[in-house]
């Protein structure tokens, strides 16, 4: 028979190790190991030794609350008033143990000062100690004394009379009294019976009412901390989207004003361009001007006749205002000329600074003034033509205000001709014409 019988789930056989030694130390024999023999049972090994020991002490842990064997092995040993419970884990033990106070070893390192490990020693060795008590009768046997005469016994009548606790009492009498006692502890036994019927059902429904209050604490507990969950989740949600309303309407702030920069600077340079241009077609005119004078002073004040001397004059001024394609004439440079060589089609001398969207092409044209505008599929032709004679193209593709469809526009390549259509988002060279 072992002192000490060790109920523990198999997982945990590393960890009650530590506890086993310390308590053979101690000088107890302890059963714990719980492979069965070949050729024995369960009742007749692991059974027999739970109800030889004076003391059953059962691990509570995270594997062993789930153990049936444990569960099964803990109820017989409090059934009989054996059970010692100790806590591995911090754990809540199966139903019907949770009011049994238990040794906290869940931070135990081997140490015999622990505050847990020393409550356990004293618990074991209360157990122990109280099924080892000597056993002592109530009451002493005697023989009666007696005296021979002559080979025959016969009891001493002193003590015949010693014998008999009534006196003289009758038998109805004695029988009388032995029912008188009977139904007294028959009484007795009775109110010790119902009261302990009463306080059973007191503890059973007092036990009752802690566990459904506990039960009812728990749901609360985890209602409100699904609760609190979904308000963090939802509060979660709402920041990001908060962060990214804040991002997007950033984003569209820089977008706008990438915009009015680039606005701003189409204008100016468009502006520019115009000066220049203005500029430009002051000075043509100032030449042309001069040019008139000179011819003038030059004719001779003779009055003649209304022949063809009278017309020499003006067919020689006429032949020097002949114009050529590459000249330069009305702020720009000759592009085309029509059948009367006196109409056609101006080039600005050089692209506009930089490659242009489609729409800020046409705007950039616009605001030069005085009809200068984005060339069309056909006058963009005809400047392609006439390039070396007009010179300063310096992009191979460029946008013509002609469009092919709401999203795309007509270009033309001046490497080689090829004229082709692309998205208005694209950016192309740009070279301002106007009609004379």
Same mark, same amino acid.
């Given at each position: 028979m072992s002192d000490i019988f060790i109920s523990y789930a198999h997982e945990d056989q590393e960890r009650v190790k530590p506890i086993v030694n310390v308590l053979e130390k101690h000088g107890w024999s302890v059963f714990w190991d719980k492979t069965i023999p070949p050729g024995k049972t369960w009742d007749n090994y692991i059974g027999k030794a739970l109800e030889e020991s $004076?003391?059953?002490?059962?691990?509570?842990?995270?594997? !062993?609350?789930?153990?049936?064997?444990?569960?099964?092995e803990a109820e017989v040993a409090k059934k009989k008033g054996l059970l010692v419970p100790l806590f591995l884990d911090t754990v809540e033990p199966p139903m019907g143990f949770r009011r049994i106070h238990a040794a906290d070893l869940s931070d135990w390192k081997n140490n015999k000062a622990h505050q847990g490990f020393q409550l356990?020693?004293? =618990?074991?060795? !209360?157990?122990?100690?109280?099924?080892?008590? @000597?056993?002592?009768?109530?009451? @002493?046997?005697?023989?009666?004394?007696?005296? !021979?005469?002559?080979?025959?016994?016969?009891? !001493? $009548?002193?003590?015949? /009379?010693?014998?008999q606790p009534f006196g003289n009492v009758s038998w109805a009498q004695k029988n009388q009294i032995v029912i008188a006692v009977a139904v007294v502890m028959l009484v007795i036994f009775g109110v010790v019976w119902s009261m302990n019927q009463s306080s059973s059902k007191v503890e059973d429904k007092s036990a009752l009412s802690i566990e459904v209050a506990?039960? *009812? *604490?728990?749901?609360?507990?985890?209602?409100?901390?699904?609760?609190?969950?979904?308000? =963090?989740?939802?509060?979660?949600? +709402?920041?990001?989207?908060?962060?990214?309303?804040?991002?997007?309407?950033?984003?569209?702030?820089?977008?706008?004003a990438a915009k009015t920069r680039q606005e701003a600077d189409v204008r100016r340079k468009a502006e520019d361009a115009r000066l220049t241009a203005a500029k430009d077609?002051?000075?043509?005119? =100032?030449?042309?001007?001069? %040019?008139?004078?000179?011819?003038?002073? %030059? +004719?001779? $004040?003779?009055?003649?006749?209304?022949?063809?001397?009278?017309?020499?004059? $003006?067919?020689?001024?006429?032949?020097?205002?002949?114009? *050529?394609?590459?000249d330069e004439y009305g702020g720009g440079k000759i592009a085309w000329l029509d059948a009367t060589g006196q109409h056609g089609l101006i080039a600005a001398k050089a692209d506009l600074s930089e490659v242009y969207a489609w729409e800020s092409a046409k705007q950039a044209c616009a605001v030069i003034g005085d009809n200068w505008h984005l060339p069309n599929k056909d006058e963009l032709n005809k400047l392609y033509l006439t390039k070396s004679a007009?010179?300063?193209?310096?992009?191979?593709?460029?946008?013509? /205000?002609?469009?092919?469809?709401? *999203?795309? =526009?007509?270009?033309q390549d001046f490497n080689g001709g090829y004229q082709g259509y692309d998205g208005k988002a694209d950016g192309w060279c740009v070279r301002a014409v106007r009609a004379f």
């Open positions: $004076p003391c059953v002490l059962v691990v509570w842990s995270h594997s !062993s609350i789930q153990s049936d064997w444990v569960k099964e356990l020693i004293g =618990a074991i060795e !209360s157990k122990i100690s109280s099924a080892t008590l @000597p056993v002592t009768d109530s009451l @002493p046997v005697s023989k009666p004394d007696s005296v !021979s005469f002559e080979g025959a016994t016969q009891t !001493s $009548p002193q003590r015949k /009379s010693e014998r506990k039960v *009812n *604490n728990e749901a609360d507990f985890r209602r409100k901390a699904e609760a609190a969950r979904l308000k =963090a989740v939802k509060d979660a949600k +709402a920041e990001a989207a908060r962060l990214k309303a804040e991002k997007d309407a950033a984003t569209r702030r820089e977008a706008e077609a002051k000075a043509e005119a =100032a030449r042309l001007k001069a %040019e008139k004078d000179v011819v003038r002073r %030059e +004719a001779k $004040p003779a009055k003649l006749s209304a022949d063809k001397k009278t017309l020499a004059i $003006p067919q020689e001024v006429e032949a020097k205002k002949t114009l *050529n394609i590459g007009v010179g300063g193209f310096s992009g191979y593709y460029y946008w013509g /205000s002609t469009e092919y469809s709401a *999203n795309n =526009a007509w270009y």
